[in-house]
């Protein structure tokens, strides 16, 4: 079975400093992707970036950067320059072959909270 | 364009009755998932369809859950009839193909009292 675990405590970041959210999953498929997705408070759960396992550099999109450790299984999300808008519940997920290419497994989620 | 849209937001019903949850994918997409935090745990995989064709539904938890596409376009998810561990946040979510992110909606949130 695949797994993720996200066991940080809530944390609070002051304005436009960087936080690290960290994820690691264990599976035993070659060939999976990594996702990380964001909840605020209105509830949507917003697409943030995607790595997939065979991908050689890390994924980078606008301020949010993944720290792609494939020996350690470590897929930690990092936000740059957090902004009060980044106040939310960050999950990170995976999707492999084995458990069904269309399956996301989430992990339990990493509370953040930015403060001024 | 709009995103996936769910109906209602919010649902609050007795032990016993039924509620109907709808999702309207993002237009094209021929993928379309049901997902359900329960308080406290992981967002769960409940169904996939391609299309109108359930793809993989082995994450529905019992008989009491029956979702439906008709035509390929929204979904719905009936409970019935609902129990206290129904409860939780009910999310869809759809994709333009099988490997593409997919896109959530903002959720139902079902309490069954």
């Known amino acids: 079975a695949q797994k993720i675990t996200q066991t940080q405590p809530g944390m609070f970041v002051q304005e436009k400093e960087a936080v690290t959210l960290d994820c690691t999953y264990d599976?035993?498929?070659?060939?999976?992707?990594l996702f990380w997705y964001k909840q605020p408070s209105s509830g949507e759960m917003i697409f943030l970036i995607y790595?997939?396992?065979?991908?050689?550099q890390n994924a980078t999109e606008g301020r949010y950067s993944l720290n792609f450790q494939k020996a350690r299984k470590s897929a930690n999300l990092v936000i740059s320059a957090s902004q009060l808008g980044d106040s939310a519940m960050y999950f990170c997920?995976?999707?492999?072959?084995?458990?069904?290419?269309?399956?996301?497994?989430f992990g339990k989620g990493n509370q953040v909270v930015v403060i001024p | 364009e709009a995103g996936v849209t769910q109906f209602p937001s919010h649902s609050v019903i007795e032990k016993g009755q039924t509620v109907t949850l709808r999702c309207d994918p993002i237009?094209?997409?021929?993928?379309l998932y049901w997902y359900r935090r329960v308080m406290g745990k992981e967002i769960k995989f409940l169904l996939h369809?391609?299309?109108?064709?359930?793809?993989?539904e082995s994450g529905m938890p019992n008989n009491r859950f029956l979702a439906e596409r008709t035509g390929g376009t929204y979904s719905t998810l009936k409970v019935q009839p609902a129990e206290l561990e129904d409860s939780g946040v009910y999310f869809c979510?759809?994709?333009?193909?099988?490997?593409?992110?997919?896109?959530f909606g903002n959720g139902t949130r079902l309490t069954v009292t």
């Open positions: 979510a759809s994709s333009l193909s099988a490997g593409s992110p997919l896109h």
């Open positions: 599976t035993s498929d070659q060939s999976y992707g």
């Open positions: 790595q997939g396992s065979y991908d050689e």
């Open positions: 997920a995976m999707r492999g072959v084995h458990y069904g290419n269309n399956r996301l497994a």
């Open positions: 237009s094209g997409h021929d993928n």
């Open positions: 369809f391609v299309k109108e064709s359930k793809q993989d």
